[in-house]
């Protein structure tokens, strides 16, 4: 999950600057804009910024989704399949041999990207550092992009180097006991559409990185759920700003005017600077109830339609975001602790798109069947999950230790186009 800073928030009221975290857009058909040419980092030399991560491409409306979940249904599929070096007659430190495989087969471990949403690739010494990292994925042809924070917060790279392609994943000593959540990347109306996660140390106990098929998830949830979900889409609480308690110690007849004006102001301030609607509603939060203003993303589907392969998928993140699924993973791993400084501000939950709560019953089976199709990878130096953000869910187990992950993310792919052609023929072929 991502993380405001107090002095953010600050500007974003006091100065019209804004930060804000996966704020969700209005269903729309828009496609994603390509940059003018392909553009890769390396850590050494980055003469220009690399472009924002790419438009969230939610494709057309499904005119019958329960149709569209039980084709799933009869479909086989398959999920993140390895490539070892070993098995490709490659030792593990031939590092100039596993980069001449990645490069000889880059099209093709693309393909199964896309068609398996994710690639785990083991035994490559290759990766076990920065510089082979970006040699790996500069090799299949990937398109960095920056991190789908960048407007909201810098997120750490792993060398330092504030213009680095390698961000840090969650490895903070201080979040070992929250269990990140499954979901998709994606901020505002902004998404990768793939990213590479890489281990450079693993932690001496769990901090497995977890994966899921959206495909999967969307096939097994409950078909009324899926209905309902989707004929009433969702909406996110995305930020929650405790800094008004005050305000009841106003006199009765000022306090409405004061939070009329308070929430014109911090409204004005946020939807200033995004090309969305944010919209703030009062209520209390926190041990106290303390009075609060509440950032609600706009409605958005929880299903949407590949952007390449035409499949649709769940393409939501309720097991990251409900309130009440992390409260309850507090009773295995330990609590949160929401108490001060900027982590009063992190707090996020969902509701369906006309603000209307979800039943706890619904939030259990999503959180079940999204659980029944999580893959915990087990992680070692070298080791990376090229992954189709889109198809494929990702998270964090709780750990201990150190853990050194990092993660570089992409705006699409040398070929992409070639694929949507490919598929789109293929498609054209089965109606005939």
């Not at 400084?341 to 089976?365: C, F, P, R, T, V």
Request: net charge negative.
């Amino acid at each position: 999950m991502v993380k405001f800073s107090i002095p953010a928030v600050a500007l974003a009221i006091g100065a019209g600057l804004s930060t804000t975290y996966a704020f969700a857009p209005v269903a729309t058909t828009a496609r994603s804009v390509a940059s003018p040419s392909p553009l890769y980092m390396s850590s050494v030399a980055a003469p220009e910024q690399p472009p924002l991560a790419p438009l969230t491409v939610w494709g057309d409306r499904i005119p019958n989704i329960i149709e569209s979940q039980n084709e799933l249904k009869s479909r086989k599929m398959e999920f993140a399949p390895t490539i070892k070096a070993s098995d490709l007659g490659l030792a593990s430190d031939d590092k100039e041999g596993q980069l001449a495989y990645v490069r000889e087969h880059a099209m093709e471990i693309k393909q199964q990207m896309v068609d398996n949403g994710a690639v785990i690739f083991r035994e490559f010494d290759l990766m076990k550092e920065q510089d082979g990292f970006v040699k790996f994925y500069e090799a299949l042809g990937m398109k960095t992009c920056l991190d789908p924070l960048h407007s909201v917060s810098a997120r750490p790279t792993v060398d330092g180097n504030k213009n680095s392609p390698v961000y840090e994943a969650v490895n903070k000593e201080s979040r070992k006991n929250f269990f990140i959540g499954m979901h998709n990347e994606f901020v505002g109306t902004r998404a990768p559409r793939a990213a590479a996660f890489v281990c450079f140390k693993a932690a001496e106990t769990g901090g497995e990185f977890l994966i899921a098929d959206g495909r999967q998830i969307f096939r097994d949830l409950k078909p009324d759920l899926v209905e309902r979900l989707y004929n009433r889409n969702i909406r996110y609480s995305v930020m929650e700003l405790p800094f008004f308690g005050w305000v009841d110690n106003l006199p009765d007849f000022i306090q409405p005017a004061a939070m009329g004006a308070l929430k014109g102001l911090v409204s004005a301030a946020i939807n200033a600077k995004v090309d969305f609607s944010v919209d703030m509603q009062w209520g209390e939060g926190g041990y106290d109830n303390t009075k609060m203003l509440q950032a609600r993303a706009p409605s958005q589907p929880p299903i949407l339609v590949h952007p390449v392969t035409g499949e649709p998928h769940w393409f939501c993140n309720v097991h990251s975001h409900s309130s009440k699924l992390r409260k309850d993973r507090e009773a295995i791993y330990g609590a949160e602790r929401f108490e001060d400084g900027a982590s009063q501000i992190n707090k996020s939950d969902m509701y369906y798109g006309d603000d209307g709560s979800i039943s706890d019953e619904d939030l259990e089976h999503m959180d079940e069947v999204t659980m029944k199709n999580v893959q915990f990878v087990k992680m070692t130096e070298g080791d990376v999950v090229l992954l189709d953000n889109y198809k494929c869910m990702h998270g964090r187990n709780v750990f201990d230790g150190t853990r050194k992950h990092g993660v570089a993310w992409f705006e699409g792919w040398e070929g992409e186009e070639e694929m949507k052609a490919k598929a789109q023929q293929s498609k054209q072929a089965v109606m005939a």
